[in-house]
């Protein structure tokens, strides 16, 4: 049996109760993997959007405030820095850390 395409388990969901388990299995853990990217995408708008920015990993954080990585963590998980979570992963908007630098002298 050839795999529905995503597209069409979009157009007749019904299609994907007739899956057989491995196939449905190889789906779900395609779309794990995906999902945490297109969620940063999503938050991220259209690239050619006015103001698009990357976003920053704790580790560049870090760097540029000088300060462990921890200590980024705690910042944002404290809600002193704003910030993103994807999943597992925190993420900073360049505009937030310079409104934190602003804030904080730095």
């Known amino acids: 049996m050839t795999p529905p395409s995503l597209d069409q388990l979009i157009q007749d969901p019904a299609k994907a109760a007739i899956l057989p ?3 449905a ?3 779900l ?3 794990a993997s995906l999902q ?5 995408r999503a938050l991220m708008g259209s690239a050619d959007s006015a103001g698009d920015e990357d976003l920053l ?3 560049q954080v870090a760097a540029r405030l000088k300060l462990s990585q921890y200590r980024a963590y705690e910042l944002c998980r404290h809600g002193e820095l704003k910030a993103i979570r994807l999943g597992k992963s925190v993420r900073v908007k360049p505009s937030d850390l310079h409104a934190y630098m602003a804030q904080h002298g730095g």
């Open 36 to 40: 945490p990217l297109l969620v940063q």
């Open 29 to 31: 853990i395609g779309l």
């Open 21 to 23: 388990p491995e196939i």
């Open 57 to 59: 990993t704790i580790g």
């Open 25 to 27: 299995q190889a789906l």
